[in-house]
C-alpha cells in the first residue's frame, strides 16, 4: 500500500526553525543577555534605554555591587538598583571644575550670549523642509524669492505680499511678521545667527543670505533693533562655571560610556554615546 504523503510543517520542537513560517527578527543583546522578550518590539528610543541601562546594570555585578542576574532577558531595574548604579556612575565620572583663565576666556569669546534686554522686530518667509521634499529645489526656490526681495527697484509691500504666497509659517497672514523676538524665543539656530554672531550686529532691512534652522529655510528682515545691555565678567562668573562644568560632566560621560560600549559585546543595536540618557 502506497503512503499518502503530506508537506512537511517542521518537527514540532519549540526551537525549530524548520517549519517554514515567518522569521523574526532576533532580541538586541548585551553580553549574550537579550534587551527583550521574544515577540516584543520596543521602539527605537526604548530600545535604547533598556541597552543603556542593561550596560550599567551588568557593570555594577561586575563591580560587586549588585548582585547577578540567573535570566536570559534584561531584567527590569528597581528604584533601589537604578539608585546603585547612580552612585557607582557619580564616583567613576568625575567632572573637573572650571579654572578662573577658562571662566574668563569662554566669557571673553562669547560676549554676545552675555547680553540681556536685546530684541529684534523681525519678519520672515519660512519654506519648510518636510518630509519627502526635494531639498536642494526648494533652496533654489528660495534663493530665488530672496534676490527678487533684495532687488534695488524692489517695490513696497513686496516682502508682505510673498510672505502670504510663499510662507509655510501661520505668520503669513500678517506679513511674515513675528514681532519683537529675543534669543530665547526662537529656534536656537535663528537665536545664534541674530543674536550671538561675533561680527557686527544684523543691520536693519533683509538679510543677504538665507537662514537654514530645523524648520528649513528663512528669508529675514530685521525691521527694528533694541540693543540690549552687555553683562559684566562679575555678573555672570557663576552661570559661566556651571556651562563648562556641564560641559565638561558631558565629555566625562562620554568617555566613560564609549569604555562600557568598547568592552562589551552589543548585538542587534548601535550604541553611540550620544544617544545615552546620562548625556544630558
Known sequence: MNATMTPSTGCGGGACQCSGGAETTPAASINGIALHAPGANPDG???????YGELLRQHAVQANLLPRHTGLVAPELTDAERQV?????EQAV???QPTEE???RYYDANLA???????????HILFAVTPGVNVQALATHAEKALLELLHKDAP???????AAELSNCPTSTQGGDLGWIGPDECAPELANELFHQKQTPWALGVHTKLVHTRFGFHIIEVLERRSGKQLSYDDVRQRVAAQLAMQSRAKALHQYMSLLVGEATVEGIDLEWSDSPLVQ
Open 113 to 123: 550670549k552675555f547680553v540681556v534686554g536685546q530684541a529684534l522686530h523681525v519678519r
Open 94 to 96: 568625575v567632572t573637573p
Open 45 to 51: 528610543l526604548t530600545l535604547k534605554e533598556i541597552a
Open 102 to 104: 577658562e571662566c574668563r
Open 85 to 89: 548604579i547612580e552612585t557607582m556612575v
Open 156 to 162: 513696497a509691500g513686496l516682502f508682505e505680499k510673498r
